[in-house]
């Protein structure tokens, strides 16, 4: 069985930093090229970041680009989410998400239950 | 970016009957398009990739169609557990952006 556990959430003040984490299990991680999706509070989800599974080439969202980095552990099964320079339109619930489809054209066949990020004075 | 627009926002449909929801893209994107389940509280569920696929474990009263701009998730009989909020995603911009629609309320008339 897949299952995605994602941790690091919380509430951080506007400008500050937080690092989330995805532990994946059940699948050859290191296959499998990975997402992190958010969906802010009474929204639809918004697509953030995608790493590859080898390569570990990235894409990511304009509304994020240059303040997050998603990076991989393929050793540990580990995805992560450095975030900073968090604004308060970053409030959301951070899903990780397993991609299914090829050359880059995605949708996303496994979540994870959610990390909530807050930012907030 | 290709913007995704979904409709109706809310959709009123008794148990038993049939429901169609609708997902028009900004430009073509192919069969490029997924469906999206979500139930409160918890994470979107896979139902529909390449716009007509069913995923791996969902019941056949699901069905998607469409193709280049126009789409449609048919659930034809509803079940209570059918009641949620369903989402389109497309996945055929480059560089890669994948972008939702802003959901369909599926809700009991």
């Known amino acids: 069985e897949v299952q995605l556990l994602e941790s690091g959430g919380g509430l951080v003040q506007p400008g500050g930093s937080l690092r989330l984490s995805c532990e994946a299990s059940g699948f050859t991680f290191s296959r499998f090229d990975m997402s992190w999706v958010r969906q802010a509070p009474g929204k639809g989800p918004e697509w953030v970041s995608v790493i590859s599974g080898g390569r570990g080439t990235t894409y990511y969202a304009d509304s994020v680009k240059g303040r997050f980095t998603i990076s991989r552990d393929n050793s540990r099964d580990t995805l992560s989410l450095q975030m900073s320079s968090l604004t308060v339109e970053d409030t959301a619930v951070y899903y990780c998400?397993?991609?299914?489809?090829?050359?880059?054209?995605?949708?996303?066949?496994?979540w994870g239950q959610g990390t909530l990020v807050t930012v907030s004075s | 970016e290709t913007v995704m627009t979904q409709s109706p926002a809310t959709l009123s449909v008794s148990p038993g009957e049939r429901a169609t929801l609708s997902c028009r893209a900004s430009?073509?994107?192919?069969?490029?398009l997924a469906w999206y389940q979500q139930q409160p509280g918890q994470a979107p569920r896979l139902l529909i990739y390449d716009a007509s696929t069913r995923a791996t474990g969902i019941p056949a009263r699901f069905s998607g169609s469409g193709s280049g701009t126009e789409f449609t998730l048919t659930i034809s009989s509803l079940q209570s557990e059918d009641f949620a909020i369903y989402y389109c995603?497309?996945?055929?911009?480059?560089?890669?952006?994948?972008?939702f629609g802003q959901g369909t309320k599926l809700e009991i008339k």
């Open positions: 430009q073509s994107i192919s069969s490029n």
């Open positions: 998400a397993k991609a299914l489809g090829n050359n880059w054209r995605y949708s996303f066949d496994q």
């Open positions: 995603q497309q996945y055929n911009d480059w560089p890669p952006m994948y972008t």
